[in-house]
């Protein structure tokens, strides 16, 4: 009994060490290594998320994303904290943790790359942007179709390469 609670301490332990880091990298991703203007971001924010998504699994990587759009926003505002991008932040940590923790094919990674930029930032955040700038929705929608046309197959490319390099090392590790 005593040798399953320190094992599962040790994984809880693991797992917020791990935690801290992704949203470290989020943060510093998403805030100073990204494009950014008022209604569109052009960035690699998302293979922190990605890779917690992979590791740690959906609501972890949930947290994770919540807490990188939080502290990002409180720390290093682009523009007002609003806590609709919060939300699509944990959705899409547990979207990419619910598609991506267990097996990482190819199908699955398309998946979870629509469903992330085709309607939580299509949809989702062209809603947050419209609401918090008080700007049609219609016409900010038109003007993101080009932004997730681009980013969906970067995503789709690097979280493939990131799949790859990781079974690579992990069999590497288990050959040992």
């Known amino acids: 009994m005593c040798t399953r609670n320190r094992e599962e301490l040790e994984t809880d332990t693991s797992s917020l060490v791990m935690m801290g880091l992704f949203i470290a990298l989020e943060i510093v991703l998403s805030r100073f290594v990204s494009i950014s203007a008022w209604n569109i971001k052009i960035g690699f924010a998302f293979i922190p998320l990605v890779i917690a998504a992979i590791k740690i699994g959906p609501i972890k990587a949930g947290i994770v994303g919540a807490l990188a759009d939080f502290l990002g926003a409180i ?14 932040s944990f959705l899409s940590g547990v979207t990419f943790g619910v598609y991506l923790h267990k097996k990482q094919t190819f199908s699955r990674i398309l998946v979870a790359v629509a469903i992330n930029q085709f309607i939580f930032s299509l949809f989702l955040n062209t809603l947050w942007i419209s609401i918090l700038y008080g700007t049609p929705y219609k016409a900010l929608f038109i003007t993101r179709i080009m932004q997730c ?5 970067v995503e789709v490319i690097t979280i493939n390469l990131i799949s790859k390099t990781s079974a690579t ?8």
């Open 75 to 88: 720390l290093f505002p682009i523009g007002p904290y609003f806590p609709g991008f919060t939300l699509t």
């Open 149 to 153: 046309i681009i980013i969906a197959p």
């Open 169 to 176: 090392k992990l069999a590497k590790v288990n050959n040992r």
